[in-house]
């Protein structure tokens, strides 16, 4: 059997729609899409008040981290709240922390989210990931300026499906273990990049960056590159998929040397909820759509989050058109992951999963604070 659903409005190739029939069979493959002037008039549509969009992608997560909801302060910066995970971490059984993904994973779903690019430290959570309904890309990530065990979480990945290694950014690691984990495999790369001026800073030798590290007598051998955006081009190989998180203080030297380098389309994950916690920082939305980057975006975790809500973290994002903000939130995300085949979009023959956007301002199509998604298949 199939189901005919209309709303008022409907993303379709990033843009919003009115008068749109979507046609869904039971499986949640599209097989038809209306166009039509009268919907009131065409028998079996179920409406839904608001706007129709495809499930969306969260392209940045760490769902591991969910139960530090509320242990680390807001505003501790960027040093500060590195070293804090560290203090926490140990304060929770695994039983607790087992049961804060679940309880999360659980809220992403009901909220429409389809498919989540997530980091992970270790396999605790992986059950739950595997029961889930969402599908989640699991990226291992690798940290540690001392740290050249690759081959443990390369270990993990030959026990898990959709599952990977990534360096965790262009600060904590070494130059040989990135250049290992870059030059593996084909899978998408998750750099964290650009987050805060310390990062730039510690290749100049200077900040709070380089203080930490020349205290704990961590020795970084990738200073010569100049700055992280040149260790990227310097060190990934063209052809892999990256998506490159945060990116607050990236300029626009950094986008076009990055941009320039790959034969993919780098993606520019925003997380402005995050940032907003931990650093005060906003994504530098104007450069990179001046630019015409790949944009997508992420929650983050609970432990730099309120919630994982995609729609909190687009309502940060400014005076951006919400077709613009909707694309980004779902096939951004995809083709950070290299599903926008499946996944991401309203178009025929995919199974993208279908949500409803309520609460926003239907007039001049904005979002409000009472805006919020749920899904419907």
């Given amino acids: 059997m199939k189901r005919r659903i209309a709303s008022h409005y409907a993303l379709i190739d990033s843009r919003l729609e ?32 608001g706007i129709l969009i495809p499930a969306m992608i969260n392209a940045h997560s760490h769902l591991e981290l969910a139960y530090l909801r509320g242990a680390i302060a807001e505003g501790s910066g960027f040093a500060g709240f590195a070293r804090a995970i560290g203090q926490v971490r140990g ?15 659980a809220r992403m779903w009901e909220e429409g989210i389809a498919a989540v690019m997530d980091i992970a430290n270790d396999d605790l959570v992986m059950d739950v990931k595997r029961r889930s309904k969402i599908e989640y890309h699991t990226l291992f990530e690798h940290f540690g300026i001392n740290n050249n065990d690759v081959e443990r979480l390369e270990s993990l990945t030959k026990r898990y499906p959709l599952s990977s290694v990534t360096p965790h950014s262009t600060y904590s690691v070494n130059d040989s273990s990135y250049r290992r984990i870059a030059t593996t495999g084909q899978a998408p790369l998750s750099i964290h990049f650009e987050e805060s001026d310390d990062e730039r800073a510690l290749y100049r030798h200077e900040g709070s960056l380089w203080e930490w590290y020349e205290r704990m007598g961590w020795e970084c051998d990738f200073l010569d590159y100049g700055t992280p955006a040149a260790r990227i081009v310097a060190s990934t190989p063209r052809h892999r998929r990256v998506a490159l998180i945060h990116a607050t203080r990236v300029t626009e030297a950094d986008i076009v040397a990055i941009e320039a380098h790959f034969d993919i389309k780098p993606t520019w994950v925003v997380c402005p909820e995050s940032n907003r916690y931990i650093s005060r920082l906003t994504p530098p939305m104007a450069l990179l759509r001046s630019k015409t980057c790949e944009i997508a975006i992420g929650t983050d975790s609970l432990a730099s989050a309120r919630s994982l809500s995609m729609v909190d973290n687009m309502r940060q994002l400014g005076d951006i058109p919400l077709a613009e903000l909707l694309t980004y939130a779902t096939r951004g995300g995809a083709r950070a992951l290299g599903i926008d085949d499946r996944l991401g979009s309203i178009e025929v023959g995919k199974c993208p999963g279908l949500v409803i956007l309520r609460g926003a301002d239907l007039q001049s199509l904005r979002l409000t604070p009472e805006s919020e998604t749920y899904r419907i298949i």
């Fill in 18 to 49: 009115r008068n749109i029939i979507v046609e869904v069979e039971d499986s949640g493959r599209i097989s038809a899409i209306e166009r039509t002037e009268d919907i009131d008039r065409c028998a079996g549509v179920e409406f839904y008040p």
């Fill in 91 to 105: 304060n929770y059984t695994p039983e607790e922390r087992i049961h804060a993904a679940e309880v999360a994973d």
